[in-house]
């Protein structure tokens, strides 16, 4: 997965973060952005979080990622996360096959270098002990690059037009996504 200077992210906060969303930033986007239409093509990862008050860490609601990009969307909610940490959603059967692969390799693969993973739940409901952890970021990514790049994408938008429109067509790319991968 390469991130390049194009990559960029968009994060709703109210007060902490609840959405992540990763985009492509080229022309095809902006025309899409200057006319209001969907700009699913261009979205390459979208996360919708959770504040778990009772576990002082951040739960992942729900995630869609393409291929290769879940693992960045991760690092970049875990770093925003801070001390507090990222863990999976607490519903088990809101959990892909797929996230847990990602949590796993957080937890004693690739991604171990990245993060600790701190025990948040002793009461898990989850057979897969990875996942009653809270992982934080050792090293937290930078990032301000993205952020930047994400609202020069945007651009001017004295009214919040263009970034309720983009954070919408997300929001339903992750709805239709997360219908297709439960069956609900």
């Avoid at 997965?1 to 194009?6: A, H, I, L």
């Avoid at 492509?24 to 778990?52: C, S, T």
């Avoid at 004693?108 to 952890?133: I, P, T």
Wanted: hydrophobic share 40%; with cysteine; glycine share 8%.
């Amino acid at each position: 997965m390469e991130t390049g200077r194009n990559l960029c992210l968009i994060t709703y906060e109210e007060p902490r973060p609840t959405l992540f969303v990763i985009f492509r930033n080229n022309p095809e986007f902006q025309r899409a952005l200057k006319n209001f239409q969907p700009k699913d093509d261009h979205i390459y990862g979208v996360m919708n979080l959770r504040d778990n008050v009772s576990l002082d860490a951040w739960e992942v609601d729900s995630v869609w990622a393409k291929s290769g990009y879940g693992p960045i969307l991760y690092q970049m909610a875990m770093s925003k996360a801070g001390s507090a940490g990222l863990m999976a959603c607490r519903n088990t059967s809101q959990l892909s096959a797929e996230a847990k692969r990602v949590w796993q390799q957080f937890f004693d693969g690739a991604g171990s270098s990245f993060a600790d993973a701190v025990l948040a739940d002793g009461n898990s409901r989850h057979r897969e002990g990875y996942l009653a952890y809270k992982y934080i970021a050792k090293k937290p990514l930078n990032l301000s690059p993205f952020l930047s790049r994400g609202k020069l994408a945007i651009g001017r938008d004295p009214y919040g037009e263009k970034l309720t429109s983009f954070l919408e067509d997300a929001t339903q790319l992750l709805t239709h996504q997360m219908r297709g991968i439960y069956d609900f």
